[in-house]
């Protein structure tokens, strides 16, 4: 019982983590394109960044 | 930053990256409608950044647009290094397209991940309510619940809350007030057993039902936005320019033009604003208005309007701003009125919650009513009656048509055609008759020169053709070039505006152009002609004709094999029209349509038509018919009335998009089936007083995967 009093806490902030990732890759666009990012993955010309 | 590797790099794009932003401080935009692969992203990008002057170029596949950081006078530049990797590309107006950004789908987006979220955790402390948590572990879970749900529900299920409110403000039920009375009651119930100690909690339900109605509502919008921005797309094609002739030649925005202006219209130009002919004479080709495939001859004086491209020769053009005469206004003034006497469509789903909302209420009332009269306990009536309202609120109805439309719009526009109306879909599966314009739909819309033409005449005419920008010329040239002969060297060529073109071979005096032109009487004639004449000879006359559209046939047969009866509408005579429709099969013809007439013959051939159009001249039939399809070569108002846009100029998508659209219907009569066959299982149980928490969220969720999953089926379609 004693276990919960903080494993509840650590458990929401974990979740409350991830949560913060989704937010910020929404405001980053990063949905926006999911059909061209699925096929970008294959494209040897991004392997290591982004071409400038 | 990223550190350089090696010098060349050093700074450099930073600095030009700055420079450019500095000077522009925007982007261009490019619609690429033909990008679909992998292999397409590279190519493009590549080959567009390799360009002195641009920074970067990046391809949204999705969304089938080019941006690029560049300087806005490369946009010509890009296009054509576009076209020479054979996509055609418009450019955008990013002030419209601006306009399309979309903060409502956002904000759904994160209320949607936030009782997400939300959902899971307080699942997870649910199970282990379930699994037998007693006394004081089981209120201290509870506590937890209460403090993750009431925060969630207070920022997420606020679209629920608004729009109930504003229908009850008017007096009316609408599918969000029992969904609000059921995620309120729900909540409040289960804060007052977590005070009192009781043994069930609903929290988990509160949260999971606006988790499936927050997933249905964002489906809803994206199907909602992705027409709008179509249309959207449409409307930033459509920003013209005219050259403005005042003391220089300047480059206008065509709303800043004001009547007495004369703007100048080169040859391959399109004529941007009504207007009559100052000085100057050409060729207009009218086809996108009228219909008609061939370009009309005018001279100072004749009236002009936009939408029509100039090929011959140059013209100046005095605008007359919006004349009460004009076509095009004219047309406009039909669309509306076709529009506005178009009846409502009530979709299924309006259908569906205006039945379902008062049942709910009513089933739930009566439940509390009766275990009050049965038990007299006030709090376990209205435990069991908020179970009621739990279990029928319409989480799997809420998804039902959401989750197939979007599945059925993106499966369309994968095979190339754009919805631009969710709604349009389940017309489409209704339609009982097609109705087809002739000329640009079924036919090609240019005119090829007839077989029949000699050889010798080819080369001649060939000759006197092949600098000419006239559809008739360009088909002499184009026969020349598949037959494979190479056309004569004529010297001195001169082309006469609305005439022909002359010019001398061997030193005789060769002539190519209309009969009258030559002097000769053939007004007769059923056919589109042009004559040949050399030296003193007898003129030869070439004969011309629109050929079908090489899917035309299959397309009708297609389609009237799945009992679907077509239509042939046109504007030309009888006689034309006749022999072709007979080659497509189609029995009934309508020739000699005026374009104010056609809507009509459309709704007396069947109030649920499908018309198929591509002329300004068609805009009006297909605003009013029950649902239109433009083919992607159709003129930008037509385009903007249209329901279904097919991109890949493909007619071989209409009976496709009808067999899906069917396949779409019946999903989501499955679905509501489903979501029915699962209220009468589950009211009666819940009305008994059987609906525990447990039972509540297991049918709960499985009513809502199995619905999605019905809908998605669509997207493995074959149609």
């Given at each position: 019982m004693t276990a919960m009093l903080y494993l509840v806490p650590i458990s929401l902030i974990l979740g409350g983590i991830g949560l913060a990732a989704f937010f910020w890759t929404v405001r980053n666009d990063q949905y926006d394109d999911a059909k061209g990012n699925s096929m970008r993955v294959l494209d040897d010309e991004y392997d290591d960044h982004p071409k400038q | 930053m990223s550190v350089a590797t090696c010098p060349g790099c050093v700074a450099h794009p930073e600095e030009k990256a700055a420079q450019i932003a500095n000077a522009i401080g925007r982007r261009l935009i490019f619609s690429l409608p033909g990008v679909h692969c992998a292999g397409c992203i590279g190519k493009v990008e590549r080959g567009v950044s390799?360009?002195?002057?641009?920074l970067e170029a990046r391809l949204n596949l999705s969304q089938k647009r080019l941006y690029v950081d560049a300087d806005p006078n490369l946009s010509d530049l890009i296009i054509n290094r576009l076209a020479s990797f054979g996509y055609t590309a418009h450019g955008l107006d990013q002030d419209i397209l601006q306009k399309g950004r979309d903060p409502a789908g956002r904000a759904l987006l994160l209320r949607l991940a936030v009782a997400g979220f939300a959902m899971m955790n307080v699942m997870l402390l649910s199970v282990s309510v379930w699994a037998g948590a007693e006394g004081e572990t089981r209120n201290f879970l509870h506590w937890v619940s209460a403090f993750i749900a009431l925060p969630t529900v207070a920022f997420t299920a606020t679209p629920f809350f608004t729009s109930g409110m504003a229908a009850l403000r008017h007096a009316r039920l609408n599918m969000d007030v029992p969904i609000s009375l059921a995620i309120v009651l729900a909540t409040v119930m289960s804060l007052f057993e977590t005070w009192a100690g009781g043994?069930?909690?609903?929290f988990d339900a509160a949260l999971s039902l606006t988790f499936f109605l927050l997933l249905g509502r964002y489906l809803n919008h994206r199907t909602r936005m992705a027409a709008r921005s179509a249309a959207l797309e449409l409307a930033a094609l459509e920003t013209k320019t005219a050259l403005r002739k005042g003391r220089t030649l300047e480059t206008v925005p065509i709303e800043n033009l004001v009547p007495g202006d004369v703007v100048l219209v080169q040859p391959?130009?399109?004529?941007p604003v009504d207007g009559t002919v100052h000085k100057g004479s050409s060729d207009l080709n009218k086809s996108l208005l009228t219909g008609e495939s061939l370009p009309e001859a005018v001279e100072p004086g004749a009236q002009v309007f936009s939408g029509t491209l100039n090929l011959t020769g140059p013209l100046e053009i005095r605008v007359t701003g919006d004349?009460?005469?004009?076509l095009l206004r004219q047309i406009t003034e039909l669309v509306s009125l076709a529009e506005a006497a178009k009846s409502r469509y009530t979709g299924l789903a309006e259908r569906a919650a205006a039945i379902y909302a008062p049942m709910v209420h009513l089933v739930a009332f009566l439940t509390f009513v009766g275990w009050i009269w049965v038990t007299g306990d006030l709090r376990l009536s209205l435990n069991i009656a908020v179970a009621v309202l739990i279990i029928t609120c319409p989480c799997a109805l809420g998804l039902a048509v959401p989750a197939v439309m979007t599945a059925a719009v993106s499966r369309l526009f994968q095979a190339g055609a754009l919805v631009k109306d969710g709604a349009a879909i389940e017309r489409l599966a209704e339609v009982d008759a097609v109705v087809f314009d002739k000329?640009?739909?079924?036919?090609?819309g240019t005119p090829r020169l007839a077989p029949d033409t000699p050889d010798q005449t080819l080369i001649t005419a060939a000759g006197l053709a092949s600098?000419?920008?006239?559809p008739l010329s360009r088909a002499i040239a184009e026969a020349a070039q598949e037959r494979g002969l190479g056309p004569s060297q004529i010297g001195s060529v001169k082309e006469h505006a609305g005439r022909g073109v002359e010019g001398t071979l061997d030193g005789r005096q060769i002539r190519l152009g209309r009969a009258q032109w030559l002097g000769i009487?053939?007004?007769?004639?059923d056919s589109v002609q042009s004559w040949l004449q050399v030296g003193d000879a007898d003129p030869v006359a070439l004969n011309f004709v629109d050929p079908l559209r090489s899917d035309a046939a299959d397309t009708i047969k297609t389609l009237q094999s799945s009992n679907l009866p077509v239509t042939m509408l046109t504007g030309d005579r009888m006689e034309v029209a006749r022999p072709l429709a007979q080659k497509l099969g189609i029995e009934r013809v309508d020739a000699g349509v005026l374009p104010e007439e056609k809507l009509n013959v459309v709704k007396d051939h069947s109030p649920r038509a499908l018309m198929v159009g591509d002329g300004l001249n068609d805009a009006a039939a297909m605003s009013g018919a029950f649902v239109s399809i433009a083919p992607a070569s159709a003129i930008d108002a037509t385009r903007a009335t249209a329901?279904?846009?097919?991109l890949g100029n493909s007619l071989n998508e209409i009976p496709r998009a009808i067999r899906l659209a069917r396949q779409a219907r019946r999903r989501i009569l499955e679905n509501f089936s489903i979501a029915a066959l699962y209220n009468l299982v589950a009211i009666p149980l819940a009305i008994a007083g059987f609906a525990s928490p447990l039972a509540a969220a297991i049918a709960m969720s499985s009513s809502s995967i199995i619905v999605s999953l019905n809908a998605l089926r669509l997207m493995r379609s074959q149609a």
């Open positions: - | 390799e360009l002195s002057g641009v043994e069930d909690a609903y391959g130009m399109a004529v004349a009460g005469d004009s000329t640009g739909t079924l036919t090609v600098g000419s920008a006239h009487n053939s007004s007769d004639t329901d279904i846009i097919l």
